[in-house]
């Protein structure tokens, strides 16, 4: 029997190693076919697809657009625009330093500027470059081509009326959250909500085509406000000029539908624009309108004679002595500007008589006061919902001293905002009826609530109408067309050691027509700088003029009245 024939050692190692090699090949086919092929396995196709879109898939912000906010006929006051945002990839840029400098030049920054911002912003995966910039702005740096330098859209708000309306509609922030305003009390309303979408994109981070859509953007809810831009720029271009004619150092100005409630205009001086805020200072800033408080001074003198009759300790026909002038109540000497002598109640409206004011106030209980001034607003909110809406103050005091009963029915010793003062006459123009203040439009008034006796209210609006003629105090509001009721008031200001005897507030409150009102409307003036300070030389034409070209832009008829056919001074032409 022969031997079995030996093998080679080189042939076995060669065996050897085809088996190695069919093994390491029947391994990798095995691990394909276990990564892409097999089912079952999660960690196969899924994790090759999950490295890949590691590297290409991105979820990116649908920013929604902010919802408009109009005037009550439509006109924009506040609308978004879309925007295109440039921001960088610190770790990619920095990969690429030779093109900094062409990167600086377009943006307009200087190389150090860049250089210093990707110091700060080292080691991160984002920074901005420029934010909302125009689109074809933007596009022209995106086609250099630069490594790590993104876009992503944005919305930038923009205030077609610009600073007309500002105080009133507000602003928002550079990320178009409300900061001001409008904007701020209703911003949950108008800011919308955000949406998601993936997107491929290739090693240079550019948009292939888009994955799929997360969630899509749902824009903010429009918001139509109360005020007609026709009389607010009306009132925007009087308050400037009588704040610069007289040298003051503000003022503010609302007009309310007489029957609504609801605020056709608020303006103030002095004022800043949303569109550019480049010198923009924090008392710029504030809606004085419904913010700063004041005392009202004889503005108020009216409802005090309404609680006077209302007790029924005086009619409208009483009648005061105010010779010779002057009157001592409790160490003050309190005085009129002349010497008017007797008085009916209507007289001591229109001539507003301190002494007359102060001895009807000594006969009263100081509370019936307090009350009525109370049911028509004051030392209240108005129900705008506006941010940092002043109550003003309405003090109630354990024991009255003598001066302060006197000072109360004058309008010393207590506070309000032009706005307040606005709604209490509301209730005057709307026969004892009062309405909450709207900034909104409203398709239906509130019912309101009645705060006064209907004839009682008829008996001071005819003082109010003898207030504006020839002999009253404020007979430079008066009108060429239509009928007018209203009041004048004049307070010093307060200082550091009381009241200044140079510094003034001016005002005139009022409506019109005064038989059937369809506006009210309350001027302030704050430090007139001129020899005429009085409110009837500063607040009164400004109301005059205001009134006469709302009532036009809103065709309201002329109503000629008895009193209002002598001859007027000229006015200026409305535009």
Same mark, same amino acid.
């Given at each position: 029997?022969?031997?079995?024939?030996?093998?080679?050692?080189?042939?076995?190692?060669?065996?050897?190693?085809?088996?190695?090699?069919?093994?390491?090949?029947?391994?990798?086919?095995?691990?394909?076919?276990?990564?892409?092929?097999?089912?079952?396995?999660?960690?196969?196709?899924?994790?090759?697809?999950?490295?890949?879109?590691?590297?290409?898939?991105?979820?990116?912000?649908?920013?929604?657009?902010? *919802? $408009?906010?109009?005037?009550?006929?439509?006109?924009?006051?506040?609308?978004?625009?879309?925007?295109?945002?440039?921001?960088?990839?610190?770790?990619?840029?920095?990969?690429?330093?030779?093109?900094?400098?062409?990167?600086?030049?377009?943006?307009?920054? &200087? !190389?150090?500027? =860049? @250089?210093?911002?990707?110091?700060?912003?080292?080691?991160?995966?984002?920074?901005?470059?420029?934010?909302?910039?125009?689109? /074809?702005?933007?596009?022209?740096?995106?086609?250099?081509?630069?490594?790590?330098?993104?876009?992503?859209?944005?919305?930038?708000?923009?205030?077609?009326?610009?600073?007309?309306?500002?105080?009133?509609?507000?602003?928002?922030?550079?990320?178009?959250?409300?900061?001001?305003?409008?904007?701020?009390?209703?911003?949950?309303?108008?800011? *919308?909500?955000?949406?998601?979408?993936?997107?491929?994109?290739?090693?240079?981070?550019?948009?292939?085509?888009?994955?799929?859509?997360?969630?899509?953007?749902?824009?903010?809810?429009?918001?139509?406000?109360?005020?007609?831009?026709?009389?607010?720029?009306?009132?925007?271009?009087?308050?400037?000029?009588?704040? /610069? @004619?007289?040298?003051?150092?503000?003022?503010?100005?609302? #007009?309310?539908?007489?029957?609504?409630?609801?605020?056709?205009?608020?303006? !103030?001086?002095?004022?800043? %624009?949303?569109?550019?805020?480049?010198?923009?200072?924090?008392?710029? =800033?504030?809606?004085?309108?419904?913010?700063?408080?004041?005392?009202?001074? &004889?503005?108020?003198?009216?409802?005090?004679?309404?609680?006077?009759?209302?007790?029924?300790?005086?009619?409208?026909? &009483?009648?005061?002595?105010?010779?010779?002038?002057? #009157?001592?109540?409790?160490?003050?000497?309190?005085?009129?500007?002349? %010497?008017?002598?007797?008085?009916?109640?209507?007289?001591?409206?229109?001539? &507003?008589?301190?002494?007359?004011?102060?001895?009807?106030?000594? !006969?009263?209980?100081?509370? $019936?006061?307090?009350?009525?001034?109370?049911?028509? *607003?004051?030392?209240?909110?108005?129900?705008?919902?506006?941010?940092?809406?002043?109550?003003?103050?309405?003090?109630?005091?354990?024991?009255?001293?003598?001066?302060?009963?006197?000072?109360?029915?004058?309008?010393?010793?207590?506070?309000?905002?032009?706005?307040?003062?606005?709604?209490?006459?509301?209730?005057?123009?709307?026969?004892?009826?009062?309405?909450?203040?709207?900034?909104?439009?409203?398709?239906?008034?509130?019912? *309101?609530?009645?705060?006064?006796?209907?004839? =009682?209210?008829?008996?001071?609006?005819?003082?109010?109408?003898?207030?504006?003629?020839?002999?009253?105090?404020?007979?430079?509001?008066?009108?060429?067309?239509?009928?007018?009721?209203?009041?004048?008031?004049?307070?010093?200001?307060?200082?550091?050691?009381?009241?200044?005897?140079?510094?003034?507030?001016?005002?005139?409150?009022?409506?019109?027509?005064?038989?059937?009102?369809?506006?009210?409307?309350?001027?302030?003036?704050?430090?007139?700088?001129?020899?005429?300070?009085?409110?009837?030389?500063?607040?009164?034409?400004?109301?005059?003029?205001?009134?006469?070209?709302?009532?036009?832009?809103?065709?309201?008829?002329?109503?000629?009245?008895?009193?209002?056919?002598?001859?007027?001074?000229?006015?200026?032409?409305?535009?």
């Amino acid at each position: 029997m022969k031997a079995p024939k030996r093998i080679p050692i080189a042939r076995w190692r060669f065996y050897g190693v085809i088996l190695v090699l069919a093994g390491l090949a029947g391994s990798l086919v095995w691990r394909v076919a276990d990564l892409q092929v097999l089912p079952g396995n999660e960690r196969g196709f899924t994790f090759l697809q999950g490295q890949g879109q590691a590297r290409t898939l991105r979820t990116e912000t649908i920013n929604a657009s902010r *919802g $408009v906010i109009t005037d009550r006929n439509g006109e924009p006051l506040a609308v978004s625009t879309p925007v295109t945002t440039l921001w960088a990839n610190p770790r990619e840029l920095a990969e690429t330093p030779q093109r900094w400098s062409e990167l600086a030049r377009a943006l307009g920054w &200087s !190389n150090a500027d =860049l @250089e210093s911002r990707m110091g700060r912003f080292a080691g991160r995966e984002f920074m901005y470059l420029q934010r909302h910039m125009t689109p /074809h702005a933007a596009d022209e740096i995106l086609a250099l081509n630069i490594p790590g330098v993104y876009s992503q859209r944005e919305y930038r708000r923009f205030y077609p009326a610009g600073e007309v309306a500002a105080h009133l509609v507000g602003m928002t922030d550079i990320d178009d959250r409300g900061q001001e305003g409008i904007e701020l009390a209703y911003d949950a309303w108008l800011a *919308g909500e955000n949406g998601a979408r993936q997107v491929i994109k290739d090693r240079h981070g550019h948009t292939v085509r888009e994955h799929q859509l997360l969630r899509s953007a749902r824009p903010g809810n429009n918001l139509t406000l109360s005020i007609d831009l026709r009389l607010q720029y009306l009132a925007h271009r009087e308050l400037r000029s009588a704040v /610069h @004619e007289n040298r003051a150092r503000a003022g503010s100005m609302v #007009i309310m539908d007489a029957q609504t409630g609801e605020i056709l205009a608020m303006v !103030n001086q002095p004022v800043y %624009n949303p569109n550019d805020r480049s010198n923009l200072r924090g008392d710029l =800033l504030r809606n004085r309108a419904l913010t700063d408080m004041f005392e009202p001074g &004889s503005t108020v003198k009216p409802f005090a004679v309404m609680a006077a009759l209302e007790s029924g300790d005086y009619r409208y026909n &009483s009648r005061f002595n105010t010779a010779p002038g002057h #009157i001592r109540v409790g160490g003050h000497t309190l005085t009129d500007p002349v %010497n008017y002598g007797d008085l009916d109640m209507a007289g001591v409206i229109a001539k &507003s008589s301190q002494v007359a004011m102060a001895k009807m106030a000594m !006969n009263m209980e100081p509370e $019936v006061i307090r009350s009525m001034y109370y049911r028509l *607003g004051l030392g209240q909110g108005t129900g705008t919902g506006f941010p940092g809406e002043g109550v003003g103050a309405l003090p109630n005091y354990d024991r009255w001293r003598a001066i302060q009963k006197a000072t109360y029915s004058f309008g010393y010793g207590i506070s309000a905002t032009t706005t307040q003062l606005a709604q209490a006459y509301g209730v005057l123009a709307n026969g004892g009826i009062k309405r909450p203040v709207s900034l909104l439009r409203m398709d239906e008034p509130p019912a *309101g609530q009645p705060v006064v006796n209907r004839e =009682l209210v008829s008996q001071i609006n005819r003082m109010l109408e003898q207030a504006v003629t020839r002999d009253g105090t404020g007979h430079r509001a008066r009108t060429d067309a239509y009928s007018v009721a209203g009041k004048t008031g004049t307070v010093h200001k307060v200082g550091l050691q009381g009241y200044d005897d140079d510094r003034y507030i001016a005002s005139f409150a009022g409506y019109a027509p005064a038989e059937n009102p369809r506006i009210v409307a309350v001027v302030v003036i704050d430090e007139p700088a001129t020899e005429a300070y009085f409110g009837g030389q500063v607040a009164a034409p400004v109301f005059s003029r205001v009134a006469e070209g709302a009532l036009r832009l809103l065709q309201e008829p002329p109503r000629q009245r008895d009193n209002y056919v002598e001859k007027l001074p000229p006015r200026r032409p409305i535009s």
